[in-house]
């Protein structure tokens, strides 16, 4: 675990890091705009991409875990969310305690996404519930509408760098994803794809 990722955690699972007043004045004008802004609107999006262009130092990795947790439908203790990893639709996602998302990662929840407790994500992971329709040959692909599924992601589940997560699919206990596998399939409890 990164030096600064094992500062934000101790062995109870509680935040170690003590704010400055920078900090904590930072932390207070985040948490004011985010009760003045509707999750997904331009100004939503816009605070989004600059908490996520912050470093990985653990106040930064607080401001994000304070956003989504006001963005998100539920959200567990100690999330981690690292630089440019970003949520669409984080109101229809809904995460557990002792979550990590690595950087680069990015969860489009067109339909719920519910992640478990105790889960790692590596970087440049995709999570997506919905896609773009493409059964009727005779109509341009732009024009076909989207599906969405939702996708269940159980307890203790390691998902790999590169992995992508595609609608529908539920990732059992204990599973662990590869890195650059595509799941399209279910994955069972204590098994490795």
Same mark, same amino acid.
Not at 72 to 91: F, H, Q
Not at 132 to 148: C, E, F, L, R
């Given at each position: ?8 955690? =101790?062995?109870?699972? &509680?935040? !170690? ?36 262009? $912050? +470093? ?6 607080? $401001?994000?875990? $304070? ?10 203790? #100690? ?5 440019? +990893? ?21 969860? #489009?929840? &067109? ?8 889960? $790692? ?7 997506? +519930?919905?896609?773009?329709?493409? +059964? ?6 732009? &024009? ?10 159980? =307890? ?13 699919? !539920? ?13 399209? &399939? ?8």
């Amino acid at each position: 675990m990164r030096t600064e990722i094992a500062y934000y955690y =101790n062995t109870s699972g &509680k935040k !170690t890091h003590k704010r400055n007043l920078a900090e904590k004045i930072k932390f207070r004008i985040v948490y004011n705009k985010l009760k003045k802004i509707d999750v997904g609107s331009e100004e939503w999006i816009e605070l989004q991409y600059q908490l996520s262009a $912050l +470093s990985s130092s653990t106040f930064h990795c607080e $401001l994000r875990e $304070l956003f989504y947790k006001h963005s998100c439908a539920s959200c567990g203790d #100690v999330l981690c969310v690292m630089p440019y +990893s970003v949520m669409s639709y984080a109101s229809n996602i809904s995460i557990g305690e002792r979550v990590y998302i690595n950087s680069f990662s990015m969860l #489009v929840a &067109k339909e719920k996404i519910t992640i478990g407790n105790n889960v $790692l994500i590596g970087p440049h992971v995709i999570i997506n +519930s919905g896609m773009h329709n493409y +059964s009727n040959a005779d109509v341009d692909i732009n &024009k076909q509408g989207h599906s969405a599924a939702p996708i269940v992601i159980e =307890n203790d589940v390691w998902i790999g760098a590169n992995a992508i997560i595609l609608p529908g699919v !539920t990732i059992g206990k204990g599973a662990v994803i590869g890195a650059n596998s595509l799941v399209n &399939k279910d994955v069972a409890s204590f098994t490795v794809v």
